[in-house]
């Protein structure tokens, strides 16, 4: 077979990644379009202070202008949208839709958190999209309220109930939906909210809790590299009091600004196709695998490699017996900052397919691997 060049090639990874490829006379894929998403708007506050004088919807539209500004004049080429530029009730799931459309690289989401009591709590946090570190039967665990708060916007909204399938932002087991996907841009959004958080260590608002994942819903319907960034907490002095000065504000979109910086120079640099590992499996509109991309691997075993069914690919270690594997026991590989889990592995991959129509009746969106030298790939 004559060499396919590399646009050829990165056409045909295209087609199974659908991600959006450059007319040849244009180089490399670029980063082109960031969507920034103030929360809440209109009807919907968010949090309100305690002498109930600011809003969050009014502070994070104004640190999403000034991040807005920021990357157009530093990068003209970069299509900056927002989903509300000013103070409208924007629906979640539009939200997600409104970046997909968009055909955007990188999604984020600005917030203001608070507390019911008390006026300790403070700092910043940024959130990927994922299942919470699970106590017990708590599904939400430490964020629980946190994440019950931006979820619930939806009951502001029409009809939540049919359009939201049944998810009940106040029930934590309506979250399981969350716990078995797979996020296809979870390492690069796990990138992009570590440079946040170092960036934003920097103060104003300094101190930090930390990059978690969490079943945000708005993180869950895009599709593409997406964070939710808590600046500051409304219900504390000093962070409210950076809040509310301009000089604040304006400190807390320059540092955002910053890792998008780093965002952008990874991106550009990297031509954009994730690493083939994360790649979710290619299912055709009709719902059936896509046809193999290259002629199956042959039957008979090889040293050190083996076949399986990865069931999750998350950034936190999970405990082998976690109810998740449903009594399964997965084999464990981590690669950077992921850890994913692997069941029934086999040398054969005819054993490990056969597998695969048991386990993809229980883990849906699980799909057939190859483990070799410590990494696992797709097997089309
Ligand atoms: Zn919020």
Request: positive net charge; hydrophobic residues 40%.
């Amino acid at each position: 077979m004559k060499l396919l060049s590399p646009l050829s090639l990165m056409l045909i990874a295209a087609a199974f990644l659908a991600i959006p490829v450059p007319a040849a006379s244009q180089g490399p894929i670029k980063l082109k379009t960031v969507v920034i998403d103030p929360g809440h708007g209109g009807k919907d506050a968010g949090c309100v202070s305690r002498d109930k004088k600011t809003f969050e919807k009014n502070i994070a539209l104004d640190i999403a202008l000034r991040l807005n500004r920021k990357i157009a004049s530093a990068f003209p080429d970069v299509d900056v949208k927002m989903t509300r530029s000013d103070d409208r009730f924007v629906e979640l799931e539009q939200r997600a839709v409104f970046a997909n459309k968009a055909g955007a690289n990188l999604f984020i989401s600005v917030h203001v958190n608070s507390v019911e009591r008390g006026t300790s709590a403070n700092g910043f946090s940024v959130h990927v999209l994922g299942q919470s570190q699970r106590k017990g039967n708590d599904l939400y665990s430490k964020n629980l309220d946190l994440v019950k708060r931006e979820n619930s916007v939806i009951m502001l909204e029409d009809n939540f109930e049919t359009r939201y399938q049944g998810f009940d932002p106040n029930d934590p087991q309506s979250s399981i939906i969350f716990s078995l996907m797979q996020n296809a841009h979870l390492s690069a959004s796990l990138a992009f909210a570590e440079d946040v958080a170092g960036a934003m260590a920097g103060g104003p608002i300094r101190h930090s809790r930390g990059v978690s994942q969490d079943p945000f819903w708005v993180l869950w319907r895009t599709a593409m590299p997406s964070v939710l960034i808590e600046v500051g907490f409304m219900t504390n002095p000093d962070d409210l009091a950076v809040m509310r000065s301009e000089a604040g504000r304006q400190g807390i979109a320059d540092n955002i600004f910053k890792a998008f910086c780093v965002f952008k120079t990874r991106y550009d640099g990297s031509a954009s196709i994730p690493p083939v590992e994360d790649v979710k499996p290619v299912v055709t509109p009709s719902g059936e695998p896509a046809a193999p991309a290259e002629p199956q691997h042959r039957n008979d075993p090889k040293d050190g490699v083996l076949y399986g069914i990865q069931v999750l690919a998350i950034g936190k270690k999970m405990d082998p017996k976690d109810p998740f594997f449903q009594g399964y026991e997965p084999m464990e590989l981590k690669v950077g900052k992921l850890y994913k889990y692997i069941i029934c592995p086999d040398t054969y991959l005819s054993q490990a397919k056969k597998s695969y129509t048991k386990v993809v009746t229980i883990f849906k969106d699980s799909y057939l691997v190859k483990v070799e030298n410590g990494a696992s790939c797709p097997v089309r």
